[in-house]
């Protein structure tokens, strides 16, 4: 059975710097080797930088993700509202 790694954060320019050697022609294993990253990772990173090229979960969000999220905020707004009217 494996132990879990801590968890590790990583700044954006360490992830700019991963994909970008990545794009000058290093190999996903000789990176993940290297730099002791997980697969999950380093393939999130690529795939974020190639969407929008940013790193923030905020920024990589679907449209139908973006209005979802939107559509929740305005519906805790509006049952916080009613509870107030409620009183």
């Known amino acids: 059975m494996s132990t879990r790694r801590p968890r590790r954060t990583y700044t954006e320019e360490f992830k700019k710097q991963i994909v970008d050697l990545h794009k000058a022609g290093k190999s996903r294993k000789e990176i993940i080797e290297e730099y002791d990253l997980t697969g999950s990772a380093f ?8 969407q929008t090229g940013s790193f923030k979960e905020k ?3 679907t449209p139908e993700q973006k209005e979802l999220k939107e559509l929740r905020k305005a ?3 509006l049952q916080m509202e009613n509870d107030i009217l409620k009183q």
Request: proline share 0%.
């Open 59 to 61: 920024d990589n969000l």
């Open 75 to 77: 519906n805790t707004q």
């Open 43 to 50: 393939d999130k990173w690529v795939r974020q930088h190639n």
